[in-house]
T-cell receptor
Framework: GEDVEQSLFLSVREGDSSVINCTYT??????LYWYKQEPGAGLQLLTY?????DMKQDQRLTVLLNKKDKHLSLRIADTQTGDSAIYFC??????????????FGKGTHLIIQP | NAGVTQTPKFQVLKTGQSMTLQCAQD?????MSWYRQDPGMGLRLIHY???????DQGEVPNGYNVSRSTTEDFPLRLLSAAPSQTSVYFC????????????FGQGTRLTVV
């Protein structure tokens, strides 16, 4: 069955880079996602990567995908206090990343130290 | 544009009571789903729908019913609430096929005592 694994916590100093790692098991996933959840809020899509890509960069965010090892990472450059949140890695079960079937990791709580 | 709206935001139920969590979206999305979020468990799919009149079970469907009579609404019913159903519930919607984003509601925090 599908399973997505993440570390539960990551602590970084403000201004440093944060790297959040994720491993997944379903090699047929077409898209892989990073969602952000701020306290008391729903999930918001941060970025995604198509499975035929190795890397995607979007401003301070860099996503790296290693399909051979089924490893996905999210790097946040120049981490700010506003980046403090829970970050979820997710893969699709169905034909896309739609609401019919995302499999989520347990989430990584990013803690920013001043 | 309201996006995905869930009501209520908070609810306390007694064991055995029934209730319906409401979810509505105004984006004309075909796909809708319900997830529950528990500490240390991430989000788990309860039920989903790929269009009006079509629903299917997700990973943890027991104790929950859904229906999809319109494109806009996807209510989740708890027939006889149990303490194990204490959780935060999220509704999500997305366009029909090969989309890259699911839009989430703000969540409903349910406590069953």
């Amino acid at each position: 069955g599908e399973d997505v694994e993440q570390s539960l916590f990551l602590s970084v100093r403000e201004g440093d880079s944060s790297v959040i790692n994720c491993t997944y098991t379903d090699s047929s996933s077409t898209y892989l996602y990073w969602y952000k959840q701020e306290p008391g809020a729903g999930l918001q899509l941060l970025t995604y990567i198509f499975s035929n890509m190795d890397m995607k960069q979007d401003q301070r965010l860099t996503v790296l995908l290693n399909k051979k090892d089924k490893h996905l990472s999210l790097r946040i450059a120049d981490t700010q206090t506003g980046d403090s949140a829970i970050y979820f890695c997710a893969e699709n079960l169905g034909s896309g990343g739609g609401a019919d079937g995302l499999t989520f990791g347990k989430g990584t709580h990013l803690i920013i130290q001043p | 544009n309201a996006g995905v709206t869930q009501t209520p935001k908070f609810q306390v139920l007694k064991t055995g009571q029934s209730m319906t969590l409401q979810c509505a979206q105004d984006m004309n999305h075909e796909y809708m789903s319900w997830y529950r979020q528990d500490p240390g468990m991430g989000l788990r799919l309860i039920h989903y729908s790929v269009g009006a009149g079509i629903t299917d079970q997700g990973e943890v469907p027991n104790g929950y019913n859904v229906s999809r009579s319109t494109t806009e609404d996807f209510p989740l019913r708890l027939l006889s609430a149990a303490p194990s159903q204490t959780s935060v519930y999220f509704c999500a919607s997305s366009e029909q096929a090969r989309t890259t984003e699911a839009f989430f509601g703000q969540g409903t925090r349910l406590t069953v005592v």
